[in-house]
Nanobody, 130 residues
Framework: QIQVVESGGGSVQTGGSLRLSCVASGRNLGPLSIYGMGWFRQVPRKEREFVAAISWIGGATYYGGSVKGRFTISKDNAKNTLYLQMNSLEPEDTAVYYC????????????????????WGQGTQVTVSS
């Protein structure tokens, strides 16, 4: 079992920046325990939206269309930590941001579907005011 905990949310004005962090932990967590990690966001009465993801070993990155060019996902394997640097924030970025991790052992990962992720954090609120 893996636990993931997000931090770094808050309130900023339009054009500002925030960096989210997500630490993965678990009793048997090892270098091959995670296949990929990602960020999703959700606002009330809407489906969870893919934001960004990263392959845990290879480092390939994936971005949702609305954040490409403004957000950067990165990781520190030694610290089991995932980051999301968010720049040029807009009011439309206001949401609860969730960190998620996917377990290895399946075929055909696409990284952008929430159904691929096995472990989820509680979420951290990001509010962007105009």
């Amino acid at each position: 079992q893996i636990q993931v905990v997000e931090s770094g949310g808050g309130s900023v004005q339009t054009g500002g920046s925030l960096r989210l962090s997500c630490v993965a932990s678990g009793r048997n967590l090892g270098p091959l325990s995670i296949y990929g990690m990602g960020w999703f966001r959700q606002v009330p009465r809407k489906e969870r939206e893919f934001v960004a993801a990263i392959s845990w070993i290879g480092g390939a990155t994936y971005y949702g269309g609305s954040v490409k060019g403004r957000f950067t996902i990165s990781k520190d394997n030694a610290k089991n930590t995932l980051y999301l640097q968010m720049n040029s924030l807009e009011p439309e970025d206001t949401a609860v941001y969730y960190c998620a991790a996917m377990a290895p052992g399946r075929a055909g990962y696409i990284f952008t579907s929430s159904y691929e992720y096995d472990y989820w954090g509680q979420g951290t609120q990001v509010t962007v005011s105009s």
